[in-house]
T-cell receptor, first 113, second 110 residues
Framework: DGGITQSPKYLFRKEGQNVTLSCEQNLNHDAMYWYRQDPGQGLRLIYYSQIVNDFQKGDIAEGYSVSREKKESFPLTVTSAQKNPTAFYLC????????????FGPGTRLTVT | EDKVVQSPLSLVVHEGDTVTLNCSYEVTNFRSLLWYKQEKKAPTFLFML????IEKKSGRLSSILDKKELFSILNITATQTGDSAVYLC??????????FGTGTRLKVLA
């Protein structure tokens, strides 16, 4: 089955620790995205990547980092510099040239205490 | 600044009711508008609208776009409890960027 997987589903960390969220897709999509969703808010773009070895900051990139070494994988690291990291994180991908329809993974809920 | 505004923020109806969800936008360029349904986790795609005045329909759901007045509506007729979800609207102003609204939380009571 083609799709996007994110792991883990739930993640708990202590303040001051970096944490990496996994996102893998087997849809052969070039473009991948990371969003953050807080209660009562829509999705806010953290980073996106149009192609391997290239990525751009979204609207709320501070305190986050990404890499895109493989087409299938786009991991997100939440660093200790992120002031309020507790949130629901969604990864998405889209077809090149048909960037209108995004496919989403199941999300990772990160709690930092 | 590009923005997408959805209304109402939340809505409670009874099964069988018809609901209309609104999405208005201000963007420098416009490529398309998308509607998603989010129940627990991943948003699932409902519609993509690019042309004004053409209704997209899928079962009890339909949507239409007005590019002159910069808004779209999502209609759900004969609502069911399974329609309870957050409905997200997103506008695509460029090839790779999506701007999402805050969503409308719909609760359908049996």
């Amino acid at each position: 089955d083609g799709g996007i997987t994110q792991s883990p589903k739930y993640l708990f960390r202590k303040e001051g620790q970096n944490v990496t969220l996994s996102c893998e897709q087997n849809l052969n999509h070039d473009a991948m995205y990371w969003y953050r969703q807080d209660p009562g808010q829509g999705l806010r773009l953290i980073y996106y990547s149009q192609i391997v070895n290239d990525f751009q900051k979204g609207d709320i990139a501070e305190g986050y980092s990404v890499s895109r070494e493989k087409k299938e994988s786009f991991p997100l690291t939440v660093t200790s510099a992120q002031k309020n990291p507790t949130a629901f994180y969604l990864c998405a991908s889209s077809i090149p040239g048909r960037a209108y329809e995004q496919y989403f993974g199941p999300g990772t809920r990160l709690t930092v205490t | 600044e590009d923005k997408v505004v959805q209304s109402p923020l939340s809505l409670v109806v009874h099964e069988g009711d018809t609901v209309t969800l609104n999405c208005s936008y201000e963007v420098t360029n416009f490529r398309s508008l998308l509607w998603y349904k989010q129940e627990k986790k991943a948003p699932t795609f409902l519609f993509m609208l690019t042309s004004s005045g053409i209704e997209k329909k899928s079962g009890r759901l339909s949507s239409i776009l007005d590019k002159k007045e910069l808004f779209s509506i999502l209609n759900i007729t004969a609502t069911q409890t399974g329609d309870s979800a957050v409905y997200l609207c997103a506008v695509v102003p460029g090839t790779y960027k999506y701007i999402f609204g805050t969503g409308t939380r719909l609760k359908v009571l049996a």
